[in-house]
């Protein structure tokens, strides 16, 4: 059987800033320090499943100047296939992230080659892939991109996976092709109009989009972990207490993880406490990619209390 995880969405550029105190409009500070990282939560996410030793092919673009032979090296260096990824005249996919010494930061994400990825692209890749057993993808490549990916991976018996993160105004149509949906509690208010304080106010939000289609949906909710919902059953899964340093990419932690595990062969419930073992791995270490864990460190948490 196949265990591969194919992984269609964003790459980017991170370019980190760090400075005393932001400026003001019209004004000029002084930087302390400029790091770039590889990012997007297509890419975080290809890196957390390819961590876990799973075969991973990534389906997206990247251009074609030095910022996308940067990112093509990130995903060879990980050893993931990088036979989807085409390379595109235009600007790279860019997240610059200024980060103040109180830890406030703000975001700018200029999508450039992201938004290039189109369903001919997507579909034309996946279909020269010989064995897939789960389609994942994100909100930051563009919706007919989405949608062909969760189309080809249900008609070629694939799982599908979908992290709607950034939420994009999806239809019923596209929900009904995917079998996993896994946003957080941010975006399934924003998805369903409905709050999630508690985890049964979280449960009720996960079905009501399991009733637009879904198979079934993980609410994540950092350190409180998560909760699921399919048309007539639910269930939650703890976190896994840790020191958090920094949560960025523990949600794509969890998603690569998730889809990782059930490519192997796993139980929803199993590769829930895998996904959770990586998210909260993820929130103990600083940044993208370089505090995605690796199996061994899953691994050990998943059987800490066996
Ligand atoms: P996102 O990064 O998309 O907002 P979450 O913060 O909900 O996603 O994290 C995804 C999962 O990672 C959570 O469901 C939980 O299992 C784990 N996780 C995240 N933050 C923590 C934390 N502080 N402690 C323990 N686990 C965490």
Redesign the pocket.
């Known amino acids: 059987m196949s265990n591969r995880v194919v992984v269609v969405g964003s790459l980017n550029q991170d370019l980190v800033v760090n400075l005393d105190r932001m400026p003001n409009s019209g004004e000029t500070v002084f930087g302390n320090s400029l790091e770039r990282h590889a990012g997007g939560k297509g890419l975080n996410q290809a890196v957390a499943a390819a961590h876990l030793g799973a075969p991973v092919t990534m389906v997206g673009s990247i251009s074609s100047d030095s910022a996308g032979d940067f990112l093509q090296r990130v995903v060879e260096d990980e050893s993931i296939d990088a036979t989807g990824i085409s390379r595109v005249d235009g600007l790279a996919g860019t997240a610059v992230i200024e980060v103040e010494r109180s830890g406030a930061n703000r975001i700018i994400v200029i999508p450039g080659a992201n938004a290039t990825v189109n369903a001919d692209q997507v579909r034309a890749a996946l279909e020269a892939i010989p064995d897939i057993a789960v389609v994942l993808t994100q909100g930051e490549v563009p919706a007919d991109a989405v949608t062909a990916a969760m189309e080809v991976g249900r008609a070629r018996g694939a799982r599908t996976i979908l992290?709607p993160?950034p939420v994009q105004d999806y239809p019923d149509e596209l929900y009904a092709l995917v079998d996993i949906a896994?946003?957080?509690?941010?975006?399934i208010e924003l998805i369903t109009g409905m709050k999630t304080s508690t985890s049964v106010d979280a449960t009720a939000a996960a079905r009501k989009l399991a009733e637009r289609g879904v198979g079934t949906v993980?609410?994540?909710?950092?350190?409180?972990?998560?909760v699921w919902a399919t048309l007539t059953r639910s269930g939650s899964?703890?976190?896994?207490?840790?020191r958090?340093v920094d949560?960025?990419?523990?949600?794509?932690?969890?998603?690569g993880v998730i889809a990782a595990s059930l490519a192997e062969g796993r139980s929803l419930s199993e590769a829930l406490r895998w996904?959770?073992?990586?998210?909260?791995l993820?929130?103990?270490r600083e940044g993208a990619v370089p505090s995605l864990p690796t199996r061994e460190e899953v691994e050990e948490l998943v059987n800490i209390d066996d």
Not at 218 to 226: C, E, F, K, Y
Not at 247 to 255: Q, S
């Open positions: 992290n993160s896994i946003p957080n509690e941010h975006e993980i609410v994540t909710r950092g350190a409180h972990g998560s899964a703890g976190a896994f207490t840790v958090p949560t960025v990419a523990a949600g794509d932690a969890f998603c996904g959770s073992a990586a998210g909260a993820a929130a103990t």
